[in-house]
């Protein structure tokens, strides 16, 4: 294909994405350097009234924005540096914690942005081994069963990964909220009360939870896919030579899923990196957050209406910090691999 | 192979295999099946502690009647019908509605006939044979029982949902959305796949690598970017309407550059984006399983390359790209980070306009007004996976299996 002709083909695509992605990754590594914000000036106001022998006044000083020519409030943009980035990651503070006064770890969990980094790491390493196990788990086991059941099968076990993950987080709360089912159930095991959602550890078990109900499923099309191209004459002389199911399992069919397994465990390295549904959908933000809801936080306007761009800006930096560290392993390999083509 | 001692399941094996299955089985289904209950029942029946409770509805049978097992019995067969309808003659009714060969236009006029004869089905026909059977039943001395309601059932919430809070409106704005993203997505990436699956230059496999960086790029950070753009957009984009050589062009949109921030055309184009490194990788998988002996062969007898990527491969793609259009559909209709960012209140979406029923959850009546606006979004998901379940499970493994 001649080069003209493939970049028609790739043009609109590769248009629109270094438009909307690579555009705006720039713009927001800029923009973390820098503040914007209304500019204000300091009106002085003289107001008399008439009295006797003298007029009172009072002088009452007021700040208000400055207008531009077109009446629109000026704002005014400048370089604050690694500003951003300290109040985000708040040195003095930690280095206080850390101090003899300080209380350690339980200081630096108090403030946010470490508070966020500590849930979201926590969050995707125990859910991995937990989605990896489950899906192989169903998988093997549907591929156990008739094949006349696996049909309705397949459709439910997929049924929590097809679902929008907020209405999932929300269904399994309405299950544990004060007069849900499950609540009451918990309760009359345990008799006594116990409020699943009010404690920061129980509600964070119950996001661990669900993400492995979610994303289990996905593990599972995957491996059981795999399970139907294990090579049958590899399986039969393991049978032949007297090889045990474990055996079997453990020497045939898990290296056979390796890469399926390496590759699941990439795609949910990177979406639960990423976990923000769950603190929207179990309102958790009080106890739990994560990293992309910290960033969504400053985005979302406060309650004189101003967004934090720059915080937010310096955040989502920090936040890409760690999506390259999990990439730089899949790059490497994609590498070696191009250049083994070539 | 042979059915021989060794094969042969030890029964502690066969047992657990069954046992872990029904327990998955449960935990799939229960959270959703359960809501789904909850949303059809007044409030003190639905957060009731007792199960039963919640599942017969003692006081909304009471307070607004309910179906009997006639109701129940004809409408989980009904179900099961077009489930089954779905599964084995779905692919066929569409390939019999592929007026010209266009197996696209096939596939959607038999889901718009599928969802216009469920709807009539569910709501007139269905109805009206309870009641035929339902009256003959009650004429029968032991029978009748089985005609008397039993399991409370009231649409108050969903009406409330609905018509007292106008979740139609974010109904079409979800519906817009999500129709624009697919189409856009599905244009510009089947060009994008076809290009990077033909062709072995060194920017192919770069372009493939960054596309795949962007994919794992959190969704919040790209919309930092947005952001403040999309709102000062009107100054951003003035040069365009100002400078002579483009402003004819431009003024015939509109008079004045328009503020993005809240437009679903720029939603659209957001989602497309975002999409875009997941669609051309899926994609160009597809259109490598595609023989290039084939486009080579239309090469050779006289066709362009886009004639012979629109004559002959086209045909041959269409479940590819019905699978990837299905897992466009799913990003921009689950989507809430981007849709509740830069959308206002007049063109929000379903998914995030959900929030304003769960925040304002102070009543037991509010709670259960969120559960039926869940359920109703969940509908539609339901549907497509009744109807393309063969496709979400073969997108989902085209990925992984090729690499």
Not at chain 1, 286 to 312: C, E, F, K, M
Not at chain 2, 305 to 322: D, E, S, T, Y
Not at chain 2, 371 to 385: C, M, Q
Request: proline fraction near 5%; aromatic fraction near 14%; glycine fraction near 6%.
């Amino acid at each position: 294909m001649k080069p003209r002709i493939f970049l028609f083909f790739v043009g609109p695509s590769l248009f629109l994405m270094t438009l909307f992605i690579a555009v705006p990754l720039v713009s927001v590594f800029v923009q973390s350097f820098f503040v914007t914000h209304q500019v204000f000036h300091e009106v002085t106001t003289k107001s008399c009234s008439p009295g006797f022998m003298k007029q009172t006044c009072t002088e009452s000083t007021r700040t208000e924005p400055v207008l531009g020519p077109d009446g629109v409030p000026k704002t005014e943009t400048h370089f604050v540096g690694l500003g951003s980035y300290r109040s985000l990651l708040k040195p003095a503070a930690v280095k206080a914690a850390f101090s003899a006064a300080g209380n350690g770890i339980g200081d630096l969990l108090n403030i946010d942005f470490y508070r966020a980094l500590r849930f979201t790491l926590t969050f995707t390493l125990v859910t991995l081994p937990l989605v990896i196990g489950f899906g192989m788990l169903t998988a093997l086991a549907l591929n156990n069963v008739t094949q006349a059941v696996r049909g309705p099968l397949i459709f439910t076990f997929l049924l929590p990964f097809i679902i929008t993950p907020i209405i999932g987080a929300l269904a399994m709360r309405w299950l544990f909220v004060g007069n849900g089912i499950m609540a009451d159930a918990l309760n009359g095991l345990l008799s006594q009360h116990f409020a699943i959602l009010a404690h920061g550890w129980s509600l964070e078990l119950l996001m661990l939870f669900f993400r492995v109900w979610y994303v289990a499923p996905f593990a599972f099309v995957i491996f059981y896919a795999g399970l139907q191209t294990v090579d049958r004459d590899v399986m039969e002389s393991a049978i032949v030579d007297g090889a045990s199911r474990v055996e079997r399992l453990r020497y045939v069919i898990i290296p056979h899923l390796a890469p399926l397994i390496t590759f699941v465990a990439l795609i949910h390295l990177m979406d639960a990196y990423r976990v923000f549904e769950e603190i929207i959908g179990f309102s958790s933000q009080a106890h739990r957050i994560s990293l992309q809801w910290l960033t969504y936080d400053l985005l979302v306007p406060d309650s004189s209406g101003n967004r934090a761009i720059s915080r937010a800006s310096a955040s989502s930096m920090l936040t890409l910090i760690g999506i390259v560290i999990l990439l730089i392993p899949l790059l490497r390999r994609a590498w070696r691999e191009h250049l083994g083509r070539g | 192979m042979n059915d021989t001692a060794v094969l042969r399941q030890p029964f502690v094996l066969r047992f657990a295999t069954v046992g872990f299955i029904v327990f998955w089985t449960i935990l799939a289904a229960f959270p959703l099946l359960w809501i789904t209950l909850m949303s059809f029942k007044l409030p003190i029946d639905a957060f009731a502690s007792d199960p039963l409770r919640v599942i017969f509805g003692f006081t909304t049978l009471r307070e607004r009647g309910g179906l009997s097992v006639t109701a129940l019995v004809l409408g989980a067969f009904a179900l099961w019908l077009a489930y089954h309808g779905a599964e084995h003659h779905g692919r066929r009714f569409a390939r019999y509605l592929a007026l010209g060969g266009r197996e696209w236009l096939g596939w959607l006029l038999a889901a718009l006939v599928y969802v216009i004869a469920l709807i009539l089905g569910l709501f007139w026909i269905l109805p009206a044979i309870v009641r035929v059977v339902e009256a003959i039943l009650s004429h029968i001395p032991v029978l009748d029982y089985l005609a008397r309601p039993m399991m409370g059932l009231t649409m108050q919430n969903y009406r409330a949902v609905w018509i007292g809070y106008r979740f139609y409106d974010n109904f079409i704005n979800s519906m817009i959305v999500t129709t624009g993203t697919v189409v856009i997505s599905l244009t510009v990436g089947t060009l994008a796949g076809y290009g990077l699956a033909r062709t072995r230059s060194n920017v192919a496999f770069w372009l493939l690598i960054a596309a795949l960086i962007f994919r794992a790029l959190p969704h919040s950070v790209l919309v930092t970017g947005y952001l403040p753009v999309f709102i000062h957009s009107r100054e951003f984009l003035a040069p365009l309407w100002n400078w002579h050589a483009t402003a004819w062009f431009f003024h015939l949109f509109s008079d004045q550059p328009p503020t993005l921030y809240g437009q679903p055309l720029a939603v659209i184009m957001v989602l497309v984006s975002i999409n875009q490194p997941f669609t051309i990788w899926m994609l160009r998988s597809f259109f490598m399983n595609i023989p290039a002996e084939l486009d080579e062969a239309a090469r050779v007898d006289g066709c362009s390359h886009l004639g012979a990527f629109r004559r002959v491969i086209m045909p041959v793609m269409w479940p590819g790209v019905i699978t990837t259009g299905l897992f466009s559909f799913l990003l921009a209709y689950n989507d809430y980070l981007v849709c509740s960012l830069l959308l206002d209140a007049q063109s929000q979406t379903m998914v995030p306009a959900i929030t304003s029923f769960f925040n304002r959850e102070t009543t037991t009546t509010d709670q259960v007004q969120a559960v039926a606006a869940a359920v109703s979004i969940t509908a539609p998901l339901f549907l497509l996976v009744i109807v393309f379940q063969k496709q979400i499970v073969s997108g989902l493994t085209q990925g992984a299996v090729k690499g």
